[in-house]
């Protein structure tokens, strides 16, 4: 009766290896065959665009330079051709946000950055996030 009782404690171990011995015994350089499923189910979610506000499109980047200048952004943020070298803020030159993140940012804020809105008109916004966006190499257009 011990033994029986001990051989049935055992039994599960020794399933295990036999099945992990069996999995493991495929030559080297071959491939594993996986199962596929054969009906897709749903729909994949197409890649959302960020909408920009149409008052905040088509600004001017040389207005936009001024902003950027009497603004305080040059204390937070780098971008070579505003000659600026903050650190607080990510480097522009490096982060070439696209139109829709440029406004949300100063519109909105994030972490450390306070939201623009209200403390500059929406031209100035449209003005300041078309010359970062166009100095940096992000997107306008998006």
Do not use: W
């Not at 088509?58 to 650190?87: I, M, N, Q, W």
């Not at 403390?119 to 966006?133: C, E, F, G, P, R």
């Amino acid at each position: 009766m011990y033994r029986l009782a001990h051989v049935r404690r055992l039994l599960p171990l020794v399933v295990v290896l036999v099945i992990a011995v069996g999995c493991s015994t495929s030559k080297p350089g071959e491939k594993t065959a996986a199962p596929l499923p054969t009906k897709v189910v749903g729909t994949v979610p197409k890649e959302q665009t960020a909408t920009v506000p149409s008052q905040y499109k088509g600004g001017d980047p040389v207005a936009g330079r001024k902003v950027f200048l009497s603004a305080g952004c040059t204390g937070c943020h780098t971008l070579k051709d505003a000659g600026s070298t903050g650190t607080v803020g990510p480097n522009l030159d490096q982060a070439k946000p696209p139109l829709s993140l440029a406004v949300e940012r100063v519109t909105k804020g994030a972490g450390a950055m306070p939201s623009f809105k209200g403390q500059l008109s929406d031209k100035q916004i449209a003005d300041v996030t078309a010359y970062v966006v166009s100095k940096s190499g992000g997107n306008l257009n998006g």
